[in-house]
């Protein structure tokens, strides 16, 4: 996929949005100029147009006579009025992107009321530094070439599995809400640096890139968290010593019901 193939259209102009634009120009996979946005806010327009370099409108549907490729970028509470709004528009060639947390693909395709191309992707606030872990599942009618495309883009913004979709309230749980069930935990270490002397700031940058530092090392070599544990744990050492802390406080079975209940509250919405 090179810039001078793709152009890309927006509607909702929020932060991921902006996540997924500046990864796609950073990589190189599609210019600014070929990108274009509508969004409710002229404040938030006239940003994606000085800050980036995207071409602006306030009209859905000029977004719709000019790109092919769309993706969806508005809460899932108006994501319906949206649909009936631009179905008109909808055409046979138009791939409909949707990161409308909870939104299934049927609905969209309900609401377009058309044989449309949908794809569904659930990212994460880690796209904002190109670090997302998103999950992508294709709807009755798009293509697997929808979804390599789908794929392609979102790889700009960090790593892409493929899942089916009746997987992604359990992605939901995990990845999605995942960020903020690590901030405590980096928060927690980090107030921990400071009980022992520590600064802040020197507190909590340690935290963050050990944290950063552990996951790389698991994505990286491939090794096994636990194996990764074993290695950093000497017998009568400081680790095991902590690690015996961790699990007598429950904190295993603290995250794992963390995204049970994620999960769970997902699949009621």
Known sequence: MSEERLSLGFIGGGRIAEAIIRGVTEKRLISPGAILVSDISESRLEYLRTALGTEVTDDNLKVLEARETLIIAVKPQV?????????????????????????????????????ARVVRVMPNIAAIVGEAASAICKGSYSTY???????????????????????MDAVTGLSGSGPGFIMPIIEALADAGVHEGLDRETALLLASQTVLGAGKLVLETGMHPAAVKDMVTSPGGTTIEGIKALEEGGVRDAVMEAVIRAVERSREL
Do not use: C, Q, W
């Open 145 to 167: 070439e929808d979804l390599e495309l789908t794929k392609k883009i979102f790889e700009a913004v960090g790593r892409v599995v493929i899942v089916d979709e009746e997987k």
């Open 79 to 115: 994501i319906d009025d949206l649909l009936v709004e631009i179905s008109p528009m909808v055409r046979d060639e138009h791939l409909i992107i949707s990161v409308a947390a909870g939104v299934k693909t049927a609905r969209i395709e309900s609401d377009i009321g058309k044989y």
